[in-house]
C-alpha cells in the first residue's frame, strides 16, 4: 500500500544575531535623538518664557516710571492753600445739671474761616470741583460746609470765606472749659480739611478730576497777627 501522506517541507527560521544588534544600536540612537530633541524643545522654551517675563518686567517699568513722571508733574502744578482768617463769632458752652447721656454739657459754635487759594502756574489754568470743608478743635467736631465749583488762571489768587455751624453738640464739662480757655487765651489749634477735585489745563490739553485733599492746622493767635497758615496739598488715591 502506498504512503499518501504528504511530504510537506517546514520552513526553516534563521535568526541573524548581527541584524538584533543593529537593530538595538538603531532603536539606542534613535532614543538618545529624542532626549537631545527634547532638551532642546525644553531649552527653547525657557529661553522663550524667560525673554517674554523680561519682555513684561521691562514694560512694567515704563509704566511705573510714566506713572511716577505723570505723578510729579501734576504735583508741581498743585495750588497753594492757605487759612488766612480764622474767627468765632460764637461760642457757648452750656453746662446741664441732669442729662441722659454721659455728656455734662452741650456746645454751640460758629466758626469764620477766610481761605486763599493761589495758582502759582505759569501756563496750567486750574478749575476746582465743589470744595467739601470740615472744621475741628482739639478733636472736637465743628462742623462741616460746601462750596461751589470756580476756576483760576495762571498766577491768579482766589480769596472765599466760609462758616461753619454746630448746635447743642454734647461734651465733657472740663473739655468744654479747656476749649473755651483755649480760645479766650488764643491757644486753640483749628484742624481744617478741605477735599475737591481739579482739573488742569495747559494749552488745549485737559486733564479732569484729579482729587486733592489739603490739611491745615492754624493756631487762632497767629492768624491774628496775619500770619498766614499754609496747608499741605497732596493728591489723594480716587
Do not use: W
Request: hydrophobic residues 45%; glycine residues 6%; charged residues 20%.
Amino acid at each position: 500500500m502506498a504512503d499518501t501522506r504528504l511530504n510537506i517541507d517546514k520552513p526553516e527560521h534563521h535568526v541573524i544575531f548581527s541584524d538584533i544588534r543593529q537593530n538595538r544600536l538603531a532603536m539606542a540612537v534613535r532614543g538618545k535623538n529624542n532626549k537631545e530633541h527634547n532638551r532642546e524643545c525644553c531649552a527653547c522654551q525657557l529661553a522663550c518664557c524667560a525673554r517674554t517675563c523680561l519682555a513684561a518686567l521691562a514694560f512694567l517699568l515704563i509704566l511705573i516710571f510714566l506713572g511716577v513722571t505723570f505723578l510729579i508733574s501734576l504735583r508741581s502744578c498743585l495750588p497753594e492753600i492757605n487759612i488766612c482768617g480764622l474767627n468765632f463769632p460764637t461760642f457757648e458752652v452750656i453746662m446741664h445739671r441732669k442729662s441722659a447721656t454721659k455728656h455734662t454739657a452741650s456746645l454751640i459754635a460758629q466758626i469764620e474761616l477766610g481761605i486763599e487759594f493761589l495758582n502759582k502756574n505759569k501756563k496750567v489754568d486750574l478749575s476746582y470741583g465743589q470744595l467739601r470743608i470740615l472744621a475741628s478743635a482739639e478733636e472736637f467736631h465743628l462742623g462741616k460746609t460746601k462750596v461751589g465749583a470756580f476756576s483760576q488762571k495762571t498766577r491768579n489768587s482766589t480769596f472765599i470765606r466760609v462758616g461753619t455751624r454746630i448746635e447743642h453738640v454734647g461734651i465733657y464739662k472740663a473739655d468744654a472749659e479747656q476749649l473755651k480757655f483755649d480760645l479766650v487765651n488764643s491757644e486753640v489749634f483749628l484742624g481744617v480739611i478741605i477735599a475737591s477735585s481739579l482739573s488742569f489745563h495747559v494749552g488745549g490739553i485737559t486733564i479732569n478730576g484729579i482729587p486733592i485733599l489739603a490739611r491745615c492746622y492754624p493756631k487762632k493767635a497767629e492768624i491774628e497777627i496775619e500770619t498766614k497758615t499754609i496747608c499741605s496739598v497732596s493728591i489723594v488715591p480716587m
